[in-house]
């Protein structure tokens, strides 16, 4: 009675840690970022106005992702993420449950990662980690985000492939096929990136082509493009974006190089936007990041300059406050116009014709994560 008793209880005990490594070989986690403040623009259609809005620092998201292991170094994988505003509660897509990324896949340790679904590029992947627009987010990313640096490129019909690291290199390369959603290129999309890391050195590179990309690039960065072209929205009928950057640190300090060059092709209309950037982020102390940094863009007769500060304070692991400031200005044309400041210029001829030539961003906010 005793040995059975015993066996019963040691069958149970086995199926007990067997159903507990099952469990930890698969997960599903839900995650997400919810970002809130308020921002003083000096420069709003010729006006300073306090604006009380979200996900300025990093947009709010949240998202579930898992994985299974399928044995041998195998797993599949997934992740849906949807995009929200805190202050309206409404999606940031209309209809679209989860705008920002939809995909499953297979990540092999050996062979790499394949994915299928709603995804971003390369410059997202290896570039975004050297701009500042990383730690200070969206009024500190180049004109328009044409680049795609801050993920405003969600590719439909993607399928994804990300090597493993041979020695710190990786490098991968994505197919889109035609999609209907003009926000995400109604032509195909190919796109190509390598990152490298090896200790205090990462480098990155990235290409991307999209055709017939939808952009309203006067709300965007104040232009029209091409003097010929009307201050509304166009489909440009080609996109290419290359790119490359690189960053080193030294002890409590982050020194980040970029350069990006988006060429526009609206039918018989060509032209290059190039941007340089440089900036510096310090580990005060383990809670407190200050951060500077500058880029110049220029598109044929139009510039911008974009200098900016932050200090960001973590109250814990999850939750910071943060302070930023940016200055634009534009010139050639062009206007000030912040990524999501809101603001509509005024154009003729293709030409900025409103009041002042440049504009500040001033915030405060509060970000978790969870």
């Known amino acids: 009675m005793r040995k059975s008793f015993g066996r019963a209880a040691l069958c149970a005990a086995t199926l007990m840690l067997a159903a507990q490594v099952a469990h930890a070989q698969s997960s599903v986690t839900m995650y997400g970022i919810i970002d809130a403040g308020i921002t003083y623009f000096?420069?709003?259609?010729?006006?300073?106005?306090?604006?009380?809005?979200?996900?300025?620092i990093q947009a709010n998201r949240w998202g579930l992702r898992g994985q299974?292991?399928?044995g041998g170094g195998t797993k599949v994988i997934f992740d849906l993420e949807n995009g929200f505003n805190l202050y309206s509660g409404t999606m940031v897509q209309s209809g679209v449950l989860f705008s920002r990324q939809a995909w499953v896949g297979l990540n092999d340790q050996r062979d790499g990662t394949l994915t299928l679904g709603k995804q971003y590029d390369f410059f997202w992947d290896n570039l975004t980690q050297f701009a500042m627009g990383q730690l200070a987010g969206q009024f500190a990313w180049h004109p328009g985000d044409f680049d795609h640096l801050a993920g405003t490129l969600h590719i439909n019909n993607a399928l994804k492939y990300t090597s493993p690291s041979f020695g710190g290199l990786t490098f991968g390369g994505?197919?889109?096929?035609?999609?209907?959603?003009?926000?995400?290129?109604?032509?195909?999309?190919i796109s190509f990136g390598a990152r490298y890391s090896n200790g205090p050195l990462n480098l990155g590179a990235a290409y991307t082509d999209t055709h017939d990309l939808g952009v309203n690039a006067p709300t965007q960065a104040g232009t029209t493009l091409f003097s010929n072209l009307p201050p509304a929205p166009v489909v440009a009928t080609d996109v290419s974006s290359f790119g490359v950057g690189g960053s080193y640190r030294y002890g409590r300090s982050l020194t980040r190089l970029l350069f990006t060059d988006v060429h526009f092709r609206v039918l018989d209309d060509n032209g290059s936007l190039v941007t340089y950037e440089a900036n510096e982020?310090?580990?005060?102390?383990?809670?407190?990041?200050l951060m500077a940094g500058a880029w110049y863009s220029k598109l044929g007769g139009e510039r911008w300059q974009n200098g900016t500060l932050l200090a960001d304070y973590a109250l814990s692991k999850r939750?910071?406050?943060?302070?930023?400031?940016?200055?634009?200005?534009?010139?050639g044309g062009a206007a000030p116009v912040f990524l999501g400041g809101g603001s509509a210029p005024v154009f003729v001829n293709g030409?900025?014709?409103?009041?002042?030539?440049?504009?500040?961003?001033?915030?405060?906010?509060?970000?978790?994560?969870?």
């Open 42 to 56: 000096s420069n709003l259609n010729g006006h300073g106005t306090f604006v009380a809005n979200d996900g300025s």
């Open 68 to 70: 299974e292991d399928l």
């Open 174 to 189: 994505l197919y889109a096929f035609p999609s209907q959603s003009v926000s995400a290129g109604t032509g195909r999309v």
């Open 281 to 289: 982020a310090y580990q005060v102390t383990p809670a407190l990041t």
């Open 319 to 331: 939750t910071d406050v943060y302070a930023s400031a940016s200055y634009l200005h534009a010139g």
């Open 351 to 370: 030409d900025y014709v409103s009041t002042g030539a440049s504009s500040t961003a001033v915030r405060v906010g509060i970000r978790t994560t969870f």
